[in-house]
C-alpha cells in the first residue's frame, strides 16, 4: 500500500472515505486535511454527511465498514471502536451529550475511567482531579453536583473536561452551541482558544456560520455526501461559505414576499403567568400582543426572559400557574384552558424541542403528521389509514420532506425535515394562529430557506404567524413587527421599518416594561 505523504503540520487526513448503508450512499470519497494545534470547521446542509464523516473518524462506524483510509499522526489507523479511537488521542463530543444525569460531575468525567485502586474507587483522587479539570475549562463547580442540577452549557463544559481527562489530541464537537444561549456559547469558544493555544487540535461541526468565522482556522464544505472545497475563513465570507454549501448563491437569505394584512385574529391581554411550582414567582407580567391575518410577529428576547413560557401558556396552559388575562380570537374571548380546547380555536404552537415534545421520533411521517388531527381522520371511531396515508403523502411532496415514503421514522431524518413534519403536522389541523417557537434552531442554510418560504406561504393564505427566535437576523428577515420581552415583562413593539439589532437589543435588556410601545 501506497504510505500517505503527510507534513510535519498534518494531524489528520481521511482520504476517499466512503460510507454505504442500505439503499443509501452518504459519503462518497471525501477527503479532509487537518493542520495540527487548528480549529477545523465543517459545514454542510442537514443529510450532507458531517456527522457520518465524524462517526467513521472516531471509530463509531468501525473499520472495515467503510471505504477509504485515515491517517493521524503520521500513521494510518484502523479504529474498531470508539474506545479504540480514545485510546489514540481522538475524541467525540455528540450533539446529544452523553453525561448521566443522576450521577456527579467527577462521576461522569471519569465514567469508564474510574481513578480506582485495588478495585475501589478513590473518592479523594476523583473529586482532585475533576476539580482541575473544571478549572481548566473554567467551571466553578463543585465536582460533587449531579449533572441534572447544572444548565445546558455547563454540562457541554463537563463533556470537555472528561474529554481531557482522556488526554486529547483531536477533540470533535458535533453542534456543540445548538442548545446554548449567546453567553454560553462565547464561553465554550473562549474554551476552544485556549485548547488552540495548548496544541489541542479541534474539528468543529456547526450551522452558525458567525461562530466558524470567530473561531475556526479553516473550513470544509461536504454537500450530497462529497467534499466541495476547503477554504481559509480568514478573508472568505459567509455568503461564499452558503454558495459552497447549497451549491447556488442565495442572494437573498430571506424570501421577498407581499405582505397583505387582514382583520385582526389574535389579542392577548393582561396576560399573566405564575411559575408552575413556585407559584408566588410571576413569570409573565400583564402582557398584550396582537396578531392580524397574514402577519409574521416576532418575540425577542435573551435566554430567561419568558418567550417559550408565553407561548406555552396561551397554548392550552401547558406552561404555568395561576395564569389570568384574556385570550380572544377575532374580538371575542375564549378558552384555552387545554391542548385540546387550544387547538380546537384555532391555535397551535411547534414547540422548540422538536425531539423531545414535538415528534414521535419511533413512529414514522405519516403517525406524527395525523397526530394532533385524528378526528379529521375517524370514520366512525376509528382512523381511515388510506386516507391517512393520501394526507401525509401530500405534505411530503408539497414540503419537500426528503424521505422515500412517508412510511420512512421520522428520527432518522435530519433536523431540517423533521421541521418540515412538525409544520406539517400543524398545518393540517388547519390552524388561524401558528406560533413557531425557534422554527430553524439547528439546521442549515438552505433548509431554513425553505422553512421561511413555508412561513411566507401560510401567512399569504391568511393565517396568523407569531415567531420566537433568538437570531435577530432572523426574526428581522422575515416579521412585520417585533414585540421584545425581558424578564417576563413586554418591553416595547417595533415595526419593522425602525427595528434594528441594535433597537431590539436595548428593549431586550430593559428591566421593566416601558409606559408606551414605539409608534407604528
Known amino acids: 500500500m501506497e504510505q500517505p505523504v503527510v507534513t510535519e503540520d498534518t494531524v489528520l487526513e481521511m482520504i476517499g472515505i466512503t460510507k454505504t448503508f442500505p439503499g443509501v450512499r452518504a459519503l462518497s470519497d471525501v477527503s479532509i486535511d487537518v493542520r495540527r494545534g487548528s480549529v477545523h470547521a465543517i459545514c454542510g446542509e442537514n443529510g450532507a454527511g458531517k456527522s457520518t464523516l465524524m462517526k ?9 465498514s467503510y471505504e477509504g483510509r485515515i491517517v493521524f499522526e503520521g500513521a494510518e489507523v484502523a479504529f474498531r471502536d470508539i474506545n479504540d479511537s480514545e485510546r489514540s488521542g481522538v475524541v467525540i463530543i455528540h450533539q446529544e451529550l452523553a453525561l448521566s444525569p443522576y450521577l456527579s460531575i467527577a462521576e461522569n468525567i471519569f465514567l469508564g475511567n474510574e481513578q480506582s485502586r485495588g478495585g475501589w474507587i478513590n473518592w479523594d483522587v476523583t473529586n482532585a482531579k475533576a476539580s482541575q479539570l473544571l478549572k481548566r475549562v473554567g467551571l466553578n463547580d463543585n465536582p460533587a453536583t449531579r449533572v441534572n442540577e447544572i444548565g445546558v452549557g455547563k454540562q457541554q463544559l463537563v463533556e470537555i473536561a472528561k474529554a481531557l481527562s482522556k488526554e486529547v489530541k483531536l477533540l470533535i464537537l458535533d453542534e456543540p452551541t445548538a442548545a446554548l444561549n449567546d453567553e454560553d456559547s462565547a464561553h465554550l469558544l473562549d474554551l476552544l482558544r485556549n485548547l488552540r493555544s495548548e496544541g489541542i487540535t479541534c474539528i468543529i461541526i456547526s450551522h452558525k456560520l458567525n461562530e466558524i468565522k470567530a473561531i475556526a482556522d479553516e473550513v470544509t464544505i461536504i454537500r450530497d455526501g462529497r467534499t466541495i472545497e476547503t477554504l481559509q475563513t480568514s478573508g472568505v465570507t459567509e455568503d461564499r461559505i452558503i454558495k459552497g454549501m447549497v451549491g447556488r448563491d442565495l442572494e437573498h437569505r430571506y424570501p421577498d414576499r407581499d405582505v397583505e394584512l387582514g382583520e385582526e385574529v389574535l389579542r392577548i391581554s393582561d396576560w399573566t403567568v405564575h411559575h408552575p411550582t413556585e407559584s408566588d414567582r410571576v413569570v409573565i407580567h400583564s402582557a398584550n400582543l396582537h396578531v392580524r391575518a397574514g402577519e409574521v410577529v416576532g418575540i425577542a428576547g435573551l435566554m430567561g426572559a419568558g418567550r417559550t413560557e408565553l407561548a406555552m401558556s396561551v397554548f392550552g396552559q401547558s406552561y404555568g400557574s395561576r395564569i389570568s388575562g384574556t385570550v380572544a380570537m377575532h374580538g371575542r374571548p375564549v378558552k384555552v384552558r387545554t391542548v385540546s380546547e387550544a387547538i380546537k380555536h384555532g391555535i397551535a404552537y411547534a414547540t422548540e424541542d422538536r425531539k423531545r415534545y414535538g415528534l414521535n421520533l419511533i413512529e414514522d411521517i405519516k403517525r406524527n403528521i395525523s397526530s394532533a388531527s385524528l378526528r379529521k381522520l375517524a370514520r366512525f371511531g376509528w382512523v381511515d389509514g388510506e386516507e391517512e396515508q393520501t394526507v401525509a403523502e401530500g405534505y411530503r411532496r408539497s414540503m419537500n420532506i426528503k424521505a422515500p415514503s412517508v412510511a420512512a421514522i ?23 394562529v401558528l406560533i413557531l417557537d425557534e422554527p430553524t434552531r439547528g439546521i442549515d442554510v438552505g433548509a431554513k430557506y425553505e ?56 428593549y431586550m435588556t430593559k428591566e421593566k416594561e416601558p409606559d408606551h410601545v414605539l409608534d407604528h
Open 451 to 506: 422553512i421561511y418560504t413555508i412561513i411566507n406561504a401560510l401567512a399569504a393564505e391568511g393565517k396568523a404567524i407569531v415567531v420566537i427566535s433568538s437570531e435577530l437576523p432572523e426574526l428581522l428577515g422575515i416579521c412585520d413587527r417585533i414585540y421584545t420581552l425581558s424578564e417576563g415583562h413586554i418591553t416595547a413593539e417595533v415595526p419593522i421599518e425602525q427595528a434594528t439589532p441594535e433597537v431590539l437589543m436595548q
Open 56 to 64: 467513521v473518524l472516531s471509530g463509531v462506524y468501525p473499520h472495515g
Open 410 to 432: 421520522t428520527g432518522k431524518l435530519s433536523g431540517g425535515n423533521q421541521q418540515k413534519v412538525v409544520l406539517s403536522k400543524w398545518m393540517y389541523s388547519d390552524p388561524e
